[in-house]
């Protein structure tokens, strides 16, 4: 059968069962149409580079980028295992990213160059159709200045709906964006611990936030709860080293709108007396404070202390989560995972 008697729509179904290095080496440049309809493929998916050989990169760095560059939609690299050093070698081919005019979606894994960082971000503000950005697994030497400009960078790109950072900066530095971005909606932020002062900054700066994952550190010292309800924030994910009830409780009521709730506890210095680990209290905290919450997921850590009646405590906790509420109106349950080689957590 002759692949020129195929239909456009089948051909372009058949594309997506190619990498895009073997779609370029088998199809681009038979013919019109065949070029076209690679053009069209690469505004709707990923051109992605994570686990293709150096020699593979470097021919289409060469012979296919400079050519199709205002089709691309999505560009992935990454300086990972598997890639190492492909960031760098992008940039040797003459490659900068703000040739890629139409670009919607862009990420960058594994970069620890400050030097490439700085291009990157003088570069990126020229990418007026950018929605997404990711940058994971960057460990950066910038200084304050440095860490803020690349910061305010990002929160000041005019289309930007998806922000995943997980970025570490010189002496785990954390910095908060000084403009506000009116069109992020989606932030992951991970890699450090944000305090709650930061936390109320960050969502002060991007007042249209409707899904927002964060690694939360609730210090004791840190007096600074949110200071009024978000409610544009519909999903939600926290991961806590502590599980302070009173810090927790305060958080939350100040997002009253949630539909979706993780919650991601890892504490062996509470025990299972701690309130905020059964099911109980969590009845009361969304019957008062989340009446629109549809999805709860959550994992908790902590340690029986009290190492007598174990399989007492434990029963008595599972319980806590076999109330009407949890069975009845909501379908929700709960396991509970004992680790008896510990004989504690």
């Given at each position: 059968m002759n692949l020129e008697s195929f239909s456009n729509e089948l051909l372009l179904d058949l594309f997506e069962y190619f990498s895009a290095v073997d779609l370029l080496r088998t199809f681009y440049n038979l013919n019109f149409r065949f070029n076209n309809l690679i053009m069209i493929h690469f505004?709707?998916?990923?051109l992605n580079f994570r686990s293709v050989s150096q020699y593979d990169f470097n021919l289409i760095c060469c012979?296919?980028?400079?050519?199709i560059a205002n089709d691309i939609n999505s560009l992935s690299l990454s300086n990972d295992d598997d890639?190492?050093?492909?960031?760098?070698?992008?940039?040797e081919h003459g490659l900068i990213i703000s040739q890629f005019i139409n670009l919607k979606s862009l990420s960058l894994c594994d970069l620890c160059s400050n030097e490439i960082m700085n291009k990157m971000m003088l570069?990126?503000?020229y990418l007026v159709n950018l929605t997404h950005l990711t940058l994971a697994g960057?460990?950066?030497?910038?200084?304050q200045i440095n860490a803020q400009q690349l910061i305010d960078s990002i929160w000041s790109l005019s289309k930007l709906i998806y922000c995943y950072l997980n970025i570490n900066f010189n002496e785990n530095n954390i910095f908060v964006p000084t403009v506000i971005?009116?069109?992020?909606?989606?932030v992951f932020i991970?890699?450090?611990e944000h305090y709650q002062n930061k936390i109320n900054a960050l969502l002060k700066q991007t007042p249209c936030l409707e899904n927002f994952s964060i690694l939360l550190n609730f210090d004791s010292n840190d007096d600074d709860d949110i200071e009024y309800p978000f409610l544009t924030i519909t999903k939600l994910k926290l991961c806590l080293s502590r599980g302070q009830e009173d810090r927790i409780i305060k958080f939350l009521q100040n997002i009253p709108n949630l539909y979706h709730l993780i919650i991601d506890i890892c504490s062996y210095d509470e025990d299972y007396t701690n309130t905020i680990l059964n099911g109980y209290q969590w009845e009361k905290i969304i019957r008062n404070y989340l009446s629109n919450l549809q999805i709860f997921q959550f994992r908790i850590e902590f340690q029986l202390i009290n190492k007598n009646n174990r399989e007492q405590q434990i029963d008595e906790l599972i319980h806590s989560f076999q109330t009407p509420f949890w069975l009845i109106e909501h379908n929700w349950y709960a396991q509970c995972h004992w680790n008896s080689t510990n004989g504690s957590n």
């Open positions: 505004q709707h998916f990923d012979q296919y980028l400079p050519i890639t190492p050093q492909q960031i760098d070698l992008f940039l570069e990126w503000k960057c460990y950066l030497q910038f200084d971005s009116s069109s992020l909606k989606y991970w890699g450090i």
